[in-house]
C-alpha cells in the first residue's frame, strides 16, 4: 500500500505558477512511477505529467514546455511546477503512483488538489 498526500494547489491568475507536491509513504520500494491527472468539470481525468523510476518523463500535449514534473527520491516526493498557466488548466488535480511487487501492478491515487486559473 503507498499513500499519497498533496498540496500546492489554489487560485493563480492567467500567466501565474503554481508548484504542486505529492509525498509517498508506505510501500515506496514498490513505486515504478508516479505523475500528475487532471479533471475538470465535465471531462475525464486526463494525464498530465509522469515519471518513471529510472528518471524519464512524460508529458500532455497541452502542457510540454509549461510544467515540469521532478521528483525527491529522498523524500519520496513529486513536484509538478506550472508556470504560464491558462484558464484551461483549471481542474483537480490528482497525484498517481504506480507500484510493481512480482507480477502484480497497482495504482493509487492522492485525495485531489483544486487549480483555479483566472482570466
Known amino acids: 500500500q503507498v499513500q499519497l498526500v498533496e498540496s500546492g494547489g489554489g487560485l493563480v491568475q492567467a500567466g501565474g505558477s503554481l508548484r504542486l507536491s505529492c509525498a509517498a509513504s508506505?510501500?515506496?520500494?514498490?513505486?515504478?512511477?508516479m505523475g500528475w491527472y487532471r479533471q475538470a468539470p465535465g471531462k475525464q481525468r486526463e494525464l498530465v505529467a509522469v515519471?518513471?523510476?529510472?528518471?524519464?518523463?512524460n508529458y500532455a500535449n497541452s502542457v510540454k514546455g509549461r510544467f515540469t514534473i521532478s521528483r525527491d527520491n529522498t523524500k519520496f516526493t513529486v513536484y509538478l511546477q506550472m508556470n504560464s498557466l491558462k484558464p484551461e488548466d483549471t481542474a483537480v488535480y490528482y497525484c498517481?503512483?504506480?507500484?510493481?511487487?512480482?507480477?502484480?501492478?497497482?495504482?493509487?491515487w492522492g485525495q485531489g488538489t483544486q487549480v483555479t486559473v483566472s482570466s
Open positions: 515519471i518513471w523510476r529510472g528518471g524519464s518523463t
Open positions: 508506505g510501500s515506496t520500494f514498490s513505486i515504478t512511477a
Open positions: 498517481n503512483t504506480e507500484t510493481t511487487v512480482g507480477s502484480s501492478t497497482n495504482n493509487y
